[in-house]
């Protein structure tokens, strides 16, 4: 096994000889000197190079800038050591043809190209991962304890004295990076029971792989889990009229739940046992380090009004996320290690355990080449049977993960200290499932960074992807790639969109559409029939960007983003009907301007929307901030030149969340059909006070002839969907 600390030398040593003289360890400290912080706040909130919020620190003490991630780099620039889950060491340097390095993790002295695994990835041949576990942990925990040790001396010396005098001292400033296809269904995509009228299910990303939610249905009954109570409802619906069922206490100590399916008659909840959690400022983020545990209990609900639980099951970390095929649970969760509680012979300072017992040998994964103290577990759990069928655990970042069909897709984009921001590369891990069977395949890097798994593709045994990538002159731009089923380059097309970012994706079998933004919105059309020669078929620019992009009937795509005015404001929702009939002239049919709403669920979340592929018709709840957001003094001073053009355009009146539902019409474009307030609480109080989860958790479900409005905490609303008028509501 080589050595981590070689590895880390020699990559340490090979980015210092690539770093520019400016960005030099002997250059950087008059460099973070006259930086002020304002201009690293200002820095934090550039939509180019994404940073995290500086914090202030009151908590007294002497005044001095603790900034742990911008002043670190005059130590951990050179040394760019990826700190905690997804962060990794990069290339300061995008070669000028960047490629993805396809590997079977071989060794050096391998033959490139090869097919065969190694032994670390293989069941076949047996490798002490245990021991490769311990040793990298401990390895990383010494390096790191050496750069923090050189850090602060660094600091005490260059820095404390020089803040304190500066600003006499009463401030700390804390930064660090923070280590999103549903149609009409005749049973729930997760089992359902018996046959009941057509409804609509859980928006998804890959067609049969369901997602778990707050809210579902088998088409008789609506299940809530509603996450202000932490209770469970069960509502019986028949032609608009609503019964409540039952209510369930899922209310625990330590636990809090987040999602849930409803696999035949049983309910499957997942969460995460939040004991011995703390908050870590370094991070911005919540960590697991010791007792995390992703929970999942399930639930017979036979009975309705007496819901039993039937079943517990827990793995190491905290939840991560999940999938449902097949009657088969795919549970993904984050495993971190405190390395101060390092032990050899404590297994459980080391190894992720799942109801008790450690992670086999054999389904341990340690990769050589990445730089984490987070293990992403996967179980797959047989929901009838209740029986795991397997389980892995492999030492990785899951910045984004895609399911598709066949294949586990888990990312893990790098950061690049000499920019101060993610997107130099990303690692991508290769993993199927077939029947609950998980299986590592292969694993690779590729430039830049994914916008989200809209953004990644797998069809026919090729993998597609776009990303946003920096150059050797860290100009931004942005590219597509195909590679095959090993992971190996097959074509690339680059330079795209100079100095804007991917904002939205959406790959419909041989087309790919991807949206970029700065100030105007390019949608771009790439045809893909030849995976070997893909090629941009159209592109075209409106004001805004499309933040989500959606199939609509064969010829259309749904676009819901924003309108923005010239300099890259954003103003308000816009709706964006694509014609994409001939993918080498691309027509926008038509564009709704919401001025009153400025926030929409689907835009943070898509199974906030519903689509109802029976009559095209969709729905999403919305929130309005009407006069009091336009009467703030910095957005008159600060726009004061498209402040009149919206201002005559909202409704002072509009305030708060709200539901609607939508149409569209080729002659007549975009029809509202819905647009109901969802609480009483539209007023100045509930703008200032921040709380949009009442927009935020809305679905929408539509049963027969009805849509079932289930708002969190306040029950549910039934609409005639031939009027849209209320017909019965029940809490």
């Not at 018996?194 to 997602?211: I, L, P, Q």
């Not at 101060?420 to 993993?431: A, H, P, Q, R």
């Not at 790439?526 to 620019?541: A, F, G």
């Not at 001025?595 to 898509?606: E, F, H, K, S």
Request: charged share 30%; with cysteine; hydrophobic share 30%.
């Amino acid at each position: 096994m080589a050595d981590i600390d070689n590895i880390f030398e020699e990559q340490l040593k090979s980015s210092v000889e690539q770093l520019p003289d400016s960005l030099r360890p002997e250059n950087i400290e008059g460099k973070l000197a006259s930086m002020t912080v304002p201009e690293k706040y200002s820095r934090s909130r550039s939509e180019d190079i994404p940073m995290e919020d500086i914090k202030v620190d009151r908590s007294g003490g002497k005044g001095k800038y603790i900034i742990p991630i911008i002043l670190a780099a005059g130590v951990l620039l050179a040394a760019g050591v990826g700190l905690g889950v997804g962060l990794s060491k990069n290339r300061y340097l995008v070669d000028s043809d960047p490629a993805i390095e396809s590997s079977q993790l071989t060794d050096k002295d391998d033959t490139a190209g090869t097919t065969t695994k190694n032994s670390l990835f293989s069941k076949k041949e047996k490798t002490d991962n245990y021991e490769m576990a311990y040793e990298y942990f401990k390895s990383y925990k010494d390096y790191l304890d050496d750069q923090y040790k050189d850090y602060d001396d660094y600091v005490d010396y260059d820095m404390v004295e020089e803040s304190a005098d500066a600003d006499g001292g009463t401030n700390q400033y804390n930064a660090g990076p923070t280590v999103g296809a549903s149609s009409a269904a005749t049973a729930s995509a997760t089992g359902g029971s018996e046959k009941s009228e057509s409804y609509t299910d859980t928006n998804v990303r890959t067609e049969g792989v369901a997602e778990a939610d707050i809210v579902k249905t088998d088409g008789k009954y609506i299940y809530e889990y509603d996450t202000n109570t932490e209770h469970l409802n069960f509502y019986s619906v028949n032609d608009g009229s609503i019964q409540k069922e039952g209510r369930v206490n899922v209310l625990q100590d330590d636990y809090y739940f987040k999602e849930m399916y409803i696999v035949d008659n049983k309910l499957v909840l997942l969460g995460t046992n939040m004991e011995n959690y703390y908050y870590s400022y370094w991070y911005n983020s919540y960590y697991d380090y010791q007792n995390a545990k992703t929970y999942v209990a399930i639930y017979d609900i036979s009975d309705k009004g007496e819901p039993e639980l039937i079943d517990e099951y827990e793995q190491s970390g905290s939840y991560d996320s999940s999938r449902m095929v097949d009657g088969v649970l795919y549970t993904f969760s984050k495993k971190s290690f405190d390395l101060d509680k390092l032990k050899k012979k404590d297994y459980d300072t080391y190894i992720p355990d799942v109801d008790g017992e450690f992670i086999d040998n054999d389904d341990l994964y340690v990769q050589k080449d990445i730089f984490t103290t987070c293990f992403e577990v996967i179980t797959s759990l047989d929901i009838k049977k209740g029986k795991y069928i397997d389980k892995m655990a492999i030492l990785a970042g899951s910045d984004t993960m895609y399911v598709s069909s066949d294949s586990i897709f888990l990312t893990d984009y790098t950061y690049s200290w000499s920019s101060f921001s993610y997107g130099e590369e990303t690692k991508v891990l290769k993993i199927s499932y077939d029947d609950g069977e998980l299986e590592y395949e292969t694993k690779g890097t590729f430039p830049g960074y994914l916008n989200d798994d809209y953004s990644i593709d797998e069809y026919d045994g090729y993998l597609r992807l776009v990303t946003t990538y920096r150059d050797s002159n860290y100009t931004q731009y942005n590219a597509l790639y195909v590679y095959d089923s090993d992971l190996n380059k097959v074509s690339v097309i680059k330079n795209l969109a100079e100095g804007e970012t991917i904002r939205s994706a959406r790959f419909m079998g041989k087309t790919a559409y991807f949206v970029t933004f700065r100030n105007t919105d390019p949608l771009f059309a790439v045809d893909l029939s030849d995976p070997e020669n893909p090629e941009i078929t159209d592109y075209l620019k409106i004001p805004g960007f499309s933040a989500y992009l959606h199939p609509y009937g064969e010829n259309k795509l749904l676009g819901i983003g924003y309108d923005t005015d010239e300099t890259g404001w954003i103003n308000c929702i816009k709706l964006t009907m694509f014609d994409v009939t001939d993918p080498y002239d691309i027509v926008e049919e038509d564009t709704e301007i919401l001025y009153n709403y400025q926030q929409a669920g689907v835009l943070n979340d898509r199974r906030a929307l519903m689509y109802n592929s029976e009559d095209g018709t969709f729905g999403f709840s919305t929130y309005a901030e009407g006069y009091y957001y336009l009467e703030e003094d910095w957005f008159k001073e600060d726009y004061e030149d498209v402040y009149d053009v919206i201002v005559d355009q909202v409704d002072e009146n509009k305030l708060g969340p709200y539901y609607m539902v939508w149409d569209y019409d080729e002659d007549d474009g975009f029809q509202i059909l819905m647009d109901e307030a969802l609480s009483d609480s539209s007023s100045e109080d509930y703008y200032y006070s921040g709380d949009y989860s009442t927009y935020a958790n809305t679905r929408g479900i539509v049963i027969g002839d009805y849509i079932y409005v289930v708002i969190p905490g306040e029950g549910v609303k039934s609409y005639d969907t031939n009027n849209y008028k209320l017909v019965d509501e029940c809490d």
